[in-house]
């Protein structure tokens, strides 16, 4: 029911800042709980952070809590997760997603639609 694209990943070093993106487009996305996670080669897409339709409530993975910030612009239909201080260990394809009803979950089965991916490399 929406399509998501993901842009801004790309190379940056340790200790380094990233600001991804992700463009929503189809009907009634400022109801959508939106979320981001990353997939590293040979493990499990695993959770990144997810923020609520409002805009409200958020929710973090232990890993990123402090250095990453999710927000989401409803009236441009987009959502962004600003990365801070980067660790080589942060590498990895990040997925928007989006799902149509409930909390930001931390499981991605939750989610209905997904993006293609952008890259982050993180370099030491």
């Known amino acids: 029911q929406v399509q998501l694209v993901e842009s801004g990943g790309g190379l940056v070093q340790a200790g380094g800042s990233l600001r991804l993106s992700c463009a929503a487009s189809g009907r009634s996305f400022n109801i959508y709980t939106m979320g981001w996670f990353r997939q590293a080669p040979g493990k499990e897409r695993e959770f990144v952070a997810a923020?609520?339709?409002?805009?409200?409530?958020?929710n973090y993975a232990d890993s990123v809590k402090g250095r990453f910030i999710i927000s989401r612009d409803n009236a441009n239909n987009m959502v962004y997760l600003q990365m801070n201080s980067l660790e080589p260990e942060d590498t990895a394809l990040y997925y928007c997603a989006a799902r149509s009803t409930g909390w930001p979950a931390r499981s991605p089965v939750e989610y209905d639609s997904w993006g293609q991916g952008t890259q982050v490399t993180v370099s030491s």
């Open positions: 923020i609520s339709y409002s805009g409200v409530s958020t």
